[in-house]
């Protein structure tokens, strides 16, 4: 749903008890509680239990280029990351049948690890991301010199960066009171309010819903040396240990 930032911050004002129903906020307020909202948002989109999707964004390798900046405007043009999730290298030797083939994500130390950084191959086997700002930068290992695409996944937050009441909040369902009661507590220690148990109450459930729907789902996985092999072998046995 969309609703303008104006009804917002004027709804969470009056959670605090800071403004009157009917009654608006004057222009120094607005300035204050647009930072208070964007900041909340910017902290926000550090968790990923409150990132409301996982997006993929799918970019084309050079041949022989190994790094990449990836950003609005960068050789990557899309949207940065905090944390890339998951890489797969999409093979387009048969473009009719694409084949997928996951990359490994490194961190800084396996990065760095790693003696031949410049090393060419037809196929990257890895990703390391460094989230460096405004553009974060993605190299690839090894150098592939096939034109591919990349694939990468990351959480996608909620929009922030508001410039004026009049903009529009545009959420999925579930956000509005999360946002909503949490601005409110956030205004209240700004404004110096009291603030109700009932708001306190409401944004900590609000907010524990959307994380809860968020949360990723546990997927069992059991060792192949323990499962069944033809006829001959049975299974493990959990009460026996057998």
């Not at 060419?120 to 460094?130: I, K, W």
Request: hydrophobic share 40%.
């Amino acid at each position: 749903m969309a609703i303008l930032i104006n009804d917002l911050l004027r709804s969470s004002f009056r959670c605090i008890g800071a403004l009157r129903p009917g009654f608006g906020h004057s222009p120094s307020e607005l300035t204050d509680a647009l930072f208070v909202l964007n900041a909340m948002l910017d902290s926000w989109s550090t968790d990923d239990m409150n990132a409301y999707c996982e997006l993929i964004q799918s970019f084309a390798v050079v041949p022989g280029k190994a790094s990449y900046t990836l950003g609005s405007g960068g050789d990557w043009s899309g949207d940065r990351p905090v944390r890339i999730d998951k890489g797969t290298l999409v093979i387009l030797t048969n473009p009719l049948q694409p084949l997928r083939r996951g990359l490994d994500i490194f961190n800084d130390m396996q990065w760095q690890s790693i003696n031949l950084q410049s090393l060419p191959s037809t196929l990257a086997q890895r990703l390391y991301y460094a989230p460096t700002f405004p553009l974060g930068l993605v190299h690839l290992w090894p150098v592939p010199t096939e034109a591919d695409n990349v694939e990468i996944s990351s959480s996608q937050a909620l929009t922030g960066g508001f410039a004026s009441g009049t903009a529009a909040f545009v959420a999925p369902p579930g956000y509005l009171d999360a946002v909503r009661y949490n601005l409110a507590v956030r205004l209240a220690m700004e404004w110096d309010k009291p603030l109700k148990q009932g708001v306190a109450d409401l944004a900590s459930e609000a907010l524990a819903k959307v994380q809860r729907l968020n949360a990723e789902t546990p997927q069992m996985d059991v060792d192949p040396a323990i499962m069944p092999i033809g006829r001959s072998r049975g299974g493990f046995n959990w009460l026996t240990g057998d």
